[in-house]
């Protein structure tokens, strides 16, 4: 991926950059044109910094009606645009192109209405995660997915991700906790999928809008569903002297019939560093760290942590604390919400990973990461939602060394690949993004990528909204064997085939 | 060439009713009807078959014969099985480990035939109808990990996967959840499966009136005390629920409680005092009564063998009041589950003067509606669905790229999809 390519420049739109900026200037106010180097420099990248690139221009809509008319406006001119929230994903889901006009949303940031009575909010897209919760906590209300990026993440980015968090196996992602959103398609049509209903009449658009990256449309409104919070919450710390034992007691305590609010592990090398990192109090001479949080009424809930228990010491663990005060539960997430930081001090660079596997086989696929970071001579360290299976390696290397750098997403390609084959999936909450657009292939064959492509064929026939990320490159596929290329022609020659 | 084989050996393709008994026959014969361009009836156990648009078909694709458990992975908590299952079959199993699915599919047998008759898996997912635990697990759709299936090509397709973080590609579980079987035939389907609660039991409340109802039912879902089932019955369905605890007479509202047993109790005492109910206007159905209660409603009881028109109205709960009362003009008999937010119409006389105010009421209280149950005569002249042109639109465009000459259940959903 170092050497990545992106869809082929199209040069008629570079020549033609003063008088679509001119257009561009009459659907906006001016100010909210960006066209310098310098206004445009922090567009360049997203949370995958290793890539970078320069978009023609930066738009900065404030309605959905502008919103609507540049969509209108670059799908008549055929010009490419790539939509963008906070910019804090972790896949380069909103690269620009050199050739594309970005889309940023960030003036839509409001909180147009909190319903209590239907139990949802409506707010814009650039809002961010955490301030949906802040906005209603004062009534003992919250927004349940909470990705670890939530006080910066907006939640169109949430929505363009499917994206969750510590508490998705008992709460669920996003699309669990929508109940509508509003849409501007390529075309430059406004259209609402969903509203305050549960479910929605006809095909489950909002569903399929859902985790599509940003490709099949722009999102200028969400309304999402709020819970009451818990009565009580509880977390007790665990420490396992192998990682086969933390799986078993995972295991175990999922077949008794508890479904935790979070259930984490880390490896004894992430333990120490956040530990050393954040003085969590963590036993770091265990090879398994993990916390369970359970939540739910307060009877409900010490009835269950003493199960927990149980079931703790049947597993041999060699050591459990159940926190005494809130101070000390915030106490035990600290270390473990501060993982990247804490991999930060370890290395000059790291990547985190993002596979999702059946939960009983992480100490498989721990004892396959192992091996791997031996063949690469590059560090890794484990944090895995255990609750839902979804692992997130760190990757520790030297961005600075071109070498590492290539050596390091070799090493990450192996280990999805490895998720892959022991029934897991590519990516369990980053998404795809072109981080591994190339490693489509992988979980699907020609028909289900073909499919797929037909749905953004169907909403954007020239492909212009965000090009280039999420579908593989097609000479890749074909070179594995998987692709069905017909007499050298392709199924849908529209697409760019970079 | 072995699938070709398999299709000609077992499949005649003359039959009016064709029964696929593997994946490569279900693709066989789509690529056939492709060819010729032949409308094809997508059928389960058929326990559904009424509800939806009438509309032309050559032949049948029957998968009632496409069925059994694959796999099944209770500590991963997930069941992959052929779409032909009937769900009875994977909730006999699931029930050896204590396991359930938990959007409780709704059981239209009781309203259609008089009796148990759940379908398929294949059925309930494309019918996405879930019963009372909505609110609070999601619908159908939400347990939907992964599905293999056919598109109107012939091509078999999949999405999803056995573990539910799974962000690789569009949802495609989403879209063909609910789709009526109008986008693809679904052939595997993995359902996530989550512990059975480990009791419950059901406040029952005492209240004359509709507004008092959905007022505890709205109190309810905004109660930390965590309930996963909220319904309210009017008087006139009330002779359907006798139970030895349930002492008095008239109007219900009932809320479930589920989870750790001892904990049970304390939320059902905390409930009340949030409600600020006395002990005298109130009834506590034991886990054996509580059980019952709510399968009778999940499964439409009070609908049994219905004669007359049913239509299912879903709209925010904070309309549902307004919305109701806008409704007595048509002597309709009703009960509202979902805390609130689901509406049952059962209406003695309809025509399609009636039928099209419903509709606007409905649609001006920002819901939607599904005819489940109505005259043949009114059928052919009716919309089944409600939707608005855009989208009506968008779903011919996305039909188009799942189903390009229309042969899956064309005209089941709406005209032209």
């Known amino acids: ?498 | 060439m072995e699938e070709k084989q398999n299709f000609q050996t077992s499949q005649d393709f003359s039959s009016s009713v064709l029964k696929p008994t593997n994946e490569n026959e279900i693709s066989e014969i789509i690529k056939e009807c492709y060819k010729k361009n032949i409308p094809l009836e997508v059928l389960g156990l058929g326990t559904k078959k009424t509800i939806g648009r009438n509309f032309q078909f050559e032949k049948t694709l029957d998968l009632s014969e496409y069925s059994g458990i694959i796999e099944y992975k209770p500590e991963e908590l997930y069941i992959k099985v052929k779409s032909g299952t009937p769900i009875k079959q994977i909730r006999d199993e699931l029930d050896k480990n204590n396991q359930h699915l938990a959007f409780e599919p709704v059981d239209f047998g009781f309203l259609f035939s008089g009796k148990n008759d759940e379908g398929t898996i294949g059925g309930v997912m494309s019918c996405n109808f879930s019963g009372p635990r909505r609110f609070k697990t999601g619908s159908v759709r939400d347990h939907i990990l992964g599905f293999k299936g056919v598109n109107g090509r012939g091509e078999k397709i999949k999405s999803g996967g056995t573990v539910v973080k799974n962000v690789t590609g569009y949802d495609l579980s989403k879209i063909l959840s609910g789709a009526f079987g109008t986008l693809a035939v679904l052939s595997e389907i993995t359902v996530k499966v989550l512990p059975k609660p480990e009791s419950n039991k059901t406040l029952v409340i005492s209240n004359p009136h509709l507004k008092k109802g959905l007022e505890y039912l709205n109190l309810s879902l905004s109660s930390s005390s965590d309930p996963s089932g909220a319904v309210f019955y009017p008087e006139n369905f009330r002779s359907f629920f006798t139970f030895n605890d349930l002492t008095f007479s008239g109007p219900i509202t009932a809320i479930r409680m589920e989870g750790a047993t001892l904990s049970i109790d304390h939320r059902i005492k905390k409930l009340s005092n949030e409600l600020k109910i006395t002990r005298d206007e109130t009834a506590i159905l034991s886990k054996e009564q509580s059980d019952i209660f709510w399968e009778d409603t999940r499964n439409l009881k009070v609908f049994s063998k219905l004669k007359e028109n049913l239509i299912r109205i879903v709209v925010p709960a904070s309309e549902t009041f307004e919305l109701l009362n806008k409704l007595k003009d048509f002597e309709a008999k009703y009960f509202v589950d979902w805390g609130g937010n689901l509406i049952w119409l059962q209406l003695d006389a309809i025509n399609s003067k009636i039928l099209n105010n419903i509709k606007t009421i409905v649609k001006n209280a920002s819901g939607y509606l599904t005819i489940i149950k109505i005259e043949e005569g009114l059928k052919a002249s009716t919309d089944v669905f409600t939707i608005d042109p855009i989208k009506h639109e968008v779903s011919e465009k996305i039909k188009k790229s799942f189903d390009p000459r229309r042969i899956l259940n064309p005209g089941k959903m709406y005209i032209g999809i």
């Not at chain 1, 949370?47 to 969509?71: D, G, H, N």
């Open chain 1, 1 to 498: 991926m170092t050497s990545l390519q992106m869809p082929k420049v199209d040069k008629s739109t570079l020549l033609n950059k003063e008088k679509i900026i001119k257009d561009i200037y009459k659907i906006l106010k001016s100010e909210n044109v960006l066209t310098h180097k310098d206004e445009i420099k922090p567009y360049e990248t997203d949370a995958l910094t290793a890539y970078r690139q320069t978009p023609l221009v930066v738009v900065l809509p404030e309605t959905v009606s502008e919103v609507s008319r540049i969509l209108k406006y670059c799908n008549e001119n055929k010009i490419r645009i790539v939509p963008r929230g906070a910019g804090t994903g972790l896949t380069g889901g909103a690269l620009p192109l050199k050739d594309s006009v970005l889309l940023s949303m960030g003036k839509f940031n409001k909180i147009l209405e909190i319903d209590y009575k239907n139990k949802c909010v409506v707010v814009q897209p650039c809002v961010t995660n955490l301030s949906i919760t802040n906005a209603v906590k004062d009534n003992s209300f919250y927004y349940a997915p909470d990705p670890s990026s939530q006080i910066a993440c907006s939640i169109g980015g949430n929505v363009a991700a499917n994206s969750s968090g510590v508490h998705s196996l008992k709460y669920g992602a996003t699309t669990n906790n929508l109940l509508g959103i509003q849409v501007v398609l390529m075309d430059g049509s406004i259209v609402r999928f969903g509203g305050k209903t549960l479910d929605s009449e006809g095909y489950d658009f909002l569903g399929l809008m859902t985790g599509s990256e940003g490709l099949l449309g722009v999102i200028t409104e969400v309304t999402v569903k709020i819970l009451k919070t818990p009565e009580n919450v509880k977390a007790a710390l665990v420490g396992f002297s192998s990682i086969e034992d933390a799986g078993e007691c995972v295991s175990e305590i999922i077949a008794e019939g508890i479904i935790p609010a979070g259930m984490e592990i880390m490896d004894k090398a992430l333990t120490k560093a956040t530990n050393d990192f954040s003085k969590a109090g963590y036993p770091t001479d265990a090879e398994a760290m993990m916390i369970v949080e359970l939540d739910g009424t307060e009877s409900e809930v010490s009835e269950l942590m003493q199960k927990v228990e149980i079931i703790a010491n049947k597993n041999k663990c060699s050591s459990i604390k159940i926190n005494k005060s809130n101070e000390e539960r915030l106490k035990f997430w600290a270390g473990r919400k501060a993982a990247f930081p804490a991999c930060g001090v370890l290395a000059p660079d790291y990547m985190c990973m993002d596979g999702s596997i059946p939960r009983g086989k992480l100490a498989e696929v721990l004892k396959e990461i192992t091996r791997l970071s031996k063949k690469y001579d590059l560090p890794v360290a484990n944090a895995f939602h255990a609750g839902d299976g979804n692992l997130h390696p760190l990757i520790m290397y030297d961005a600075n060394d071109k070498e590492s750098l290539r050596k390091t997403e070799e090493f990450g390609a192996e280990i999805l690949k490895y998720c892959v084959k022991v029934g897991g999936a590519l990516t369990g909450e980053h998404g795809v993004g072109i981080e591994k657009r190339e490693l489509m292939c992988e979980a699907f064959n020609d028909n289900d990528i073909q499919q797929q492509i037909r749905i953004k064929i169907a909403l954007d026939p020239k492909s212009l909204l965000n090009p280039g990320k999420v579908y593989p490159i097609l000479k890749k596929c074909a070179e594995e064997g998987r692709v069905h290329v017909h007499g050298g022609k392709t199924k849908f020659p529209d697409i760019p085939r970079f």
